[in-house]
């Protein structure tokens, strides 16, 4: 048995995988056509918001189970306030898909749907994702450059060769 919350206990015949699912949250275009032939089908009777709150209940459950057992205090440092949540999403997606997302993480328990507690959800680009990652591990050199659209507060630094 797979138990994902202490009110959620799956049976290991029961658990349907499923691939690359958050690719049918994106922008329906003319530009984004073409991937439907190519992401794999929904589970039967699931919406991708269905299977995207499951993978986040799965993810919760397994982060929680992670910090209490390694973090000295870990049991009563998830207990000490609500956790706030960052899901990073491809880089063209904006407020449509980041609803279906925030959706997700209400379905999954995550959060309520209370107005103010819809807002423990955060997001980040894939591509700001991965440039805050660079700058994190000192991986940033003269071969990458950023454009720093005027206003934007980004902190730059310096790293010599």
């Avoid at 009110?7 to 439907?36: A, C, Q, V, Y």
Wanted: hydrophobic letters at 35%.
């Amino acid at each position: 048995m797979v138990n994902f919350h202490t009110h959620l206990t799956i049976s290991p015949e029961l658990i349907i995988k499923s691939s690359r699912f958050k690719l049918h949250l994106r922008p329906r275009t003319g530009i984004t056509d073409h991937l439907e032939e190519e992401i794999p089908p929904l589970p039967q009777g699931k919406t991708a918001v269905d299977v995207f709150a499951d993978f986040l209940r799965y993810l919760d459950h397994c982060t929680r189970t992670y910090i209490q057992e390694t973090h000295i205090d870990g049991a009563s440092l998830l207990t000490s306030g609500k956790v706030d949540f960052i899901l990073s999403h491809p880089n063209a997606w904006e407020g449509a898909q980041q609803t279906l997302m925030r959706d997700a993480a209400v379905q999954a328990g995550l959060i309520t749907s209370a107005p103010g507690d819809r807002d423990r959800v955060s997001f980040i680009s894939e591509g700001e994702a991965s440039l805050n990652f660079c700058i994190d591990k000192d991986l940033i050199n003269d071969s990458i450059q950023v454009w720093v659209p005027p206003g934007s507060v980004i902190e730059k630094k310096a790293h010599e060769p």
